[in-house]
């Protein structure tokens, strides 16, 4: 049975191995909270023979049973990366394969409605099917174990064979097989493997039309389908999610759950890189946004998306401005820049990839507000050739783009570098190009100065503040040394000096803000990255916020529209200030210290924050708060808005998002 209107029935395949306990939860908690219903997954001949093997089987049948509909899928040999490799040679008595089955059946047979025969020959196209003993055995193998499982109340589906499937199906239909088979399984990778492909349409057309010739009501399963993000296009994933859940076909199972770490590979030296990425969550666990929309509403909510329309190659007919590209322009701070150019009736397009959880708000937000002023691009600044594309149509380039978190660069400083050093390197050779590139405004961080180890500190009260009387009055200035520290300090850091390097070499027009603290709506802070955010959700929700080291640090904070002030700012007087760096923050009158800024929310919330407590962390800064005045003698610029009022800003807008949401929720399941 197909699911709504008309669409399949929505599976997941994922193949488990003997001692992945905590995997299955995890992907059992994944399959509930994105509406899949189903799962396909592998027994192995090899782990049924393993110590343990049994005892694995015993726990896992019924523990995925107990949450979704199981498919078998019995097999000898290892069916894709990641499966290790067959420890124990498999039978070729083809009753042994039937006696496999109908031990499973057996034991577990409760467990599942219908089983699948996945034992294919390598190339079985190339065999003489008249001659060749191992193909009359395969096809006695899977015909002798169809029938078994048919007579033992199972329904049966036939293992596809990849791009030849129509073939393949004739094939096993000319043996007799296609007697036994409930449906016919087939597999298709559009967009990563599939190098001819003319559409699920044509492709299950050819298998149907097969079927009617031989007489057979076998339903057509799409038992394998998924799109590799190799190259970090998640909304070419969508699209091809959206395509084959427009398919004809029964069901559908997707690949995968999770990406595959190298190391979990059997051949990772010799491996495809393609087949490490298909999955809904990469493989440090965050997730894809693919499987953030199925989250949000299942496959709904991946078929109705407002922003993911192709609005990103050519502006609408009525928009005669060329657009001000923001990249990362659907996070917290492009959008409240876009939100400023597009009232002012600039078209903007934002570059996003929509990797930070809620972004997607943002993008949805922009497009309702302004409609067709806004462009929304889902790509990735390491696609060097999406991003030359919208950088050459653009009249500016505000480069927001980044990966922030320290933690996260701890943990994968080869993402850290790609994202952050090679992206923004990726936008300088496209503009390098041009005759008259467009200006370019970079976002740096006070990272690139280090923990300040060399600035002397001393304690006023619950307070750090510096020894040195001109920085403690005026803040860190441009002439502070560089000290890059941790893998973050040093991406940024190299952006930093590339953006500054090609102003100077090759004339770029360009700007470097070496940024502060900056808050205000539209920010969902998380512990890394939007503290201040991050402190007054928490505080909502009643959650415990960790300090790491003290709570005496120092900050100033920035609010977004001051510094969306300063940004177009740089833009307008781009000749008078390309090729130079500012430091950009609240500056000396907009401080606090993290036990101050709790005591505040406190006051706001009606009840202090919980705080726990942490070690300091790499390059954490114990004092930092920015001397802006070389912007503000180019330019004028000072900030607007104080502190205490941009907080109450912000608490009164994630308080209004917040009921918002909820109001949005309630409706939805009403």
Known sequence: MSGPANRPVFGVLEWLRPGEEERVEQLLGDLKAIGATELRTGISWADWHTAGGQDWYAWLLPRLASEVNVLPCFHYTPPTLGIAPNICSPPRDPKQYADFLDVFITRFGEHFEWVELWNKPKNPLEWDTTLDPNWLIFCEMVG?????????????????????????????????????????????????????????????????NVLLQHGSKAEIWITETGYSTWRHDERAQIAAFTNVMAAPAERVYWYAAHDIEPAQAMDAVCADEREFHFGLRRADGSEKL????????????????????????????????????????????????????????????????????????????????????????????????????????????????????????????IND?????????????????????????????????????????????????????????????ENQPLDFYSPYGCSKGAADQ??????????????????????????FGTEDQGWVAHFLIQAMNKRSITLYGDG????????????????????????????????????????????????????LDGEKPRVSWGNWRPGDQRYYVSNFSKFQTATG??????MRE?????????????????????????
């Open 144 to 208: 002798g174990a169809a029938h078994w499982a048919q007579k033992r109340g199972k329904k049966t589906v036939l293992g596809a064979s990849g791009p030849m499937d129509a073939q393949w199906v004739g094939l096993m239909c000319d043996r007799g097989v296609l007697q036994y088979i409930d449906a016919v399984g087939i597999h298709g990778f559009p967009g990563t493997f599939e190098f001819w492909w003319d559409g699920w349409n044509a492709k299950i057309a050819r298998v149907r």
């Open 290 to 413: 693919l499987m953030r929309l199925l989250r949000q509403g299942g496959v709904e909510a991946v078929n109705h998306p407002p922003w993911l329309g192709d609005k990103a190659k050519s502006n609408p007919s009525t928009i005669k401005k060329p657009p001000v590209m923001i990249t990362g322009g659907s996070g917290f701070l492009g959008c409240n820049l876009a939100h400023r150019l597009c009232s002012e009736g600039q078209p903007v397009l934002l570059f996003d990839n929509l990797s930070r959880a809620g972004v997607e708000q943002n993008a949805a937000w922009l497009r309702e507000t302004y409609g067709d002023l806004v462009q929304v691009q889902v790509a990735d600044i390491r696609d060097a050739q999406a991003l030359g594309e919208a950088a050459q149509r653009s009249s500016a380039v505000f480069h927001l783009a980044a990966q922030v978190a320290v933690t996260s660069s701890l943990t994968a400083p």
């Open 417 to 477: 570098f790609e994202i952050n050093a090679r992206g923004t390197l990726n936008l300088l050779e496209a503009l390098r190009g041009m005759s008259s590139p467009p200006p370019v405004v970079f976002n740096s961080t006070n990272k690139v100065y280090g923990s300040l180890d060399d600035v002397a500190l001393r304690l006023n009260g619950a307070r750090y503040e510096p020894d040195d009387e001109q920085i403690r009055d005026n803040g860190i200035g």
């Open 498 to 523: 590339y953006i500054l390097d090609y102003a100077r070499t090759f004339g770029l027009p360009a700007v470097v803000f070496r940024m502060s603290c900056i808050y205000g709506p539209h920010q």
């Open 552 to 603: 005496k640090q120092v900050r100033d904070v920035l609010f977004v529209e001051d510094l969306v002030d300063a940004l177009l700012l740089a833009r307008k007087n781009i000749r008078t200030l390309s090729g130079q760096v500012f430091n950009l923050g609240g500056g000396p009158q907009n401080t606090t210290c993290l036990l101050e800024l709790l005591d505040w929310i406190g006051e």
């Open 637 to 642: 610029w000072k900030p607007k808005v104080g």
């Open 646 to 670: 941009g907080v109450e800003r912000l608490h009164a807008w994630l308080r209004e998002f917040r009921s918002a949401n909820a109001a949005r929720e309630a409706l939805a399941t009403a």
